[in-house]
């Protein structure tokens, strides 16, 4: 179903494209940006030990929140990409990441078949070229390494809420969406070799709404989600029978 998310839109916010929306977001990302939306889903998950992991890489690292948790984990080392130079400024004063780059996720210069994770948060739903992002995913994985997307959940999409900011108090700003559901992942992951091995997903819960009144209108209702992808190995058995599988 891949398409624009402005058909949805139900809040009429001025909307900036990604490179400058990000850019007019960089100097207060940090301080309004949720946890609850990506770094509590990477937290619960169940089929990746990143305190074993030696390398990892940063899709759309913005200004580092993730590698911050990252290497509070134990991530030996750490490259992150972004399409925003003012965000990767805001990364690069927190010294956590060996090596950053204002790249693309679908074409990040990163090394292949490098890295034992690579993470990608809240960026997938601003890409167009979908199949291009995990084509680029699965190239950087080693054999057994996996690929942990977390983002924005369709649902909001498509109930009309954008990815949005308040750069100055009651006047919100939106960034450009692209709506991808879930079997638009699954599509474009399988073909690009990958296997689906975790789907989280989160729900406005009651301390959320605690926190943000706002947030009332959504309780209950899916807000993110994270997927764990692992690389489709094929496995002859002693009758010639091929069987894919993940290690």
């Known amino acids: ?36 939306l990506d770094i509590a889903l990477l937290s619960v998950l169940t089929s990746v030990d990143f305190s074993r992991v030696a390398h990892a890489a940063d899709l759309g690292c913005g200004s580092g929140r993730i590698g911050c948790w990252l290497r509070a984990r134990g991530v030996e080392r750490l490259d992150g990409i972004d399409a925003s130079a003012p965000m990767l400024e805001r990364a690069a004063q927190k010294n956590f990441y060996d090596s950053l780059a204002v790249a693309d996720v679908t074409r990040t210069g990163l090394p292949h078949g490098s890295y034992d994770v690579v993470v990608c948060c809240l960026a997938t739903c601003h890409v167009e070229n979908l199949a291009g992002f995990y084509s680029e995913g699965a190239r950087l994985l080693r054999p057994h390494a996996r690929l942990a997307v977390v983002d924005y959940h369709p649902f909001m999409l498509l ?53 943000r009144p706002g947030m009332a209108m959504h309780a209950g209702q899916p807000i993110s989600f994270a997927m764990v992808w692992g690389k489709r190995v094929e496995q002859k058995d002693g009758a010639g029978m091929v069987a894919s599988g993940v290690p």
Not at 6 to 14: A, F, M, N
């Open 1 to 36: 179903m891949t398409q624009r998310f402005d058909p949805y839109d139900r809040r009429g916010y001025p909307t900036l494209d990604v490179a400058e929306g990000y850019a007019a977001w960089a100097p207060c990302y940090d301080e309004t940006a949720n946890n609850r």
């Open 159 to 211: 109930k009309g809420v954008p990815t949005h900011f308040e750069l100055h108090p009651g006047m919100p700003i939106a960034i450009s969406n692209v709506i991808h559901l879930f079997s638009d992942h699954v599509r474009a992951a399988c073909a690009a070799g990958l296997v689906l091995i975790e789907l989280q997903e989160q729900i406005v819960a009651a301390d959320w709404v605690a926190d």
